[in-house]
């Protein structure tokens, strides 16, 4: 069996799988503020789900993370996270073996996913495909004739990062402009915040009066046909659609899967998105391109990390 972590901005979740890909156990907690209770919280997070198998730490084989940001694969350290800013330069894989002794192996946190999406989400059906997480940040997956592809060093496909405004606002990332910083649920957020002084009878405003503003209340009033709420959608989904439709045009793939929190909007999103993507491609592309919002999001990232750790075992 072997255990995947999906190591994200907001929360970090866990799995144990056999080596179908089965779900045995999941579990989830929010990730830490600090580097001392990130370790120690993760250490019993790795512990509850050995204890959900009943069957001790020796029955795991190996452990994948898959953690947000760059990475080096190779000395098993974060090198720079964009959204958890205390992991920069942490040599996680090392830690974590010490801690419980199991061989613990590093993927980005994308890639990790779009494993998950190729093993239990039906990616391998398609030979040329992308995957986009629409979350606090936005990234990316790219598989190339039936193979994963990630760039000499693991940290290919930061498409939250392409520069959609060349004057635009500042990233995490030291640019500015980034996809990210206009179509994630973050984005969305700042969005409806900075606008919401135009828009005095929005039911945005009563909602957040004993609540905090989440994407999850922007959608929802969206949904009920607020003002304020479709604006910030309809923004975010135009930004979005420059990206997909800079991707359509380089990588000219079969399927576009979305997953992450903002991919439930897909109501709201996609018809915007694809409006926009028609309009930007070039003519003759995209038009067999197929748009799919992932099933379970909330648990494929770690199954793709526990996909990386069997691979690693049996292909060292
Ligand atoms: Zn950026």
Redesign the pocket.
Known sequence: MYIGLDIGGSAVKGVLADGNGRLLGFAEINTPGKIKEFEQDIIKLVDSLTVMASIGKDGIKCIGIGAAGSIDRKRGVIIKS?NIRFLDGYRIVKKIEKSTGIKTVLENDATAAAMGVWWVEGGSRYSEWILMTLGTGIGGGLFIGNSIYTGSSGNSMEI??MTIDYNGKK??????G?L??YASATAIVESAESLIGEYPSSSIIKRTMNEKLSSRIIYEEAMNKDRLALRVFNEASTCLGYGVANLINIFNPEAIFFGGGLSGAREIMMPVVKKTVKKRIMPGMGTSTKYIVIRNFKTTPALGAAKIAMDSVSNP
């Open positions: 964009a939250g990062h990233c995490n990332c030291g640019s500015s980034c990210e910083r």
